[in-house]
């Protein structure tokens, strides 16, 4: 699954890619899904400070993408992506597939200079 992943993130051309503030959001939707499904303090501490981090960005790049209200945008976009593994159960965050969104979404901010860890 992981190599698919890396084929497809890969053979996207950017015309057919979706405009960074939304992965962005949908990064902030899957560590919100993440953090929902945590009990240890240190793990919910971590996945919020992450999810923080990727609304806020998200905001910021879809101002720059010219969205007429990013705010609204971000918590739509955030809401359905967290709707979306809600769906699938609470086990879908023991799943490879969420954990390939996960290696994506930290991959995507470590290149986007997005700092997903408190200092």
Same mark, same amino acid.
């Given at each position: 699954m992981r190599l698919c992943l890396i084929i497809a993130l890969v053979l996207a051309s950017p015309a057919n %890619? +979706?405009?960074? @503030? #939304?992965s962005m959001a949908e990064c902030g939707g899957l560590y919100a899904f993440a953090r929902a499904h945590v009990e240890s303090p240190d793990a919910v501490a971590l996945l919020e400070f992450g999810q923080a981090k990727w609304i806020n960005a998200a905001i910021? +790049? @879809? +101002? *720059? !993408?010219g969205v007429s209200d990013p705010a609204t945008y971000v918590e739509a976009t955030m809401t359905a992506k967290y709707q979306e593994w809600t769906d #699938? $159960? %609470?086990? %879908?965050?023991? *799943? !490879? !597939?969420? $954990?390939d969104w996960m290696d994506y979404c930290r991959a995507f901010g470590r290149a986007q200079g997005i700092a997903l860890l408190p200092d």
């Open positions: %890619a +979706q405009p960074f @503030s #939304k910021v +790049q @879809s +101002q *720059s !993408e #699938k $159960g %609470a086990l %879908a965050v023991f *799943s !490879e !597939e969420f $954990g």
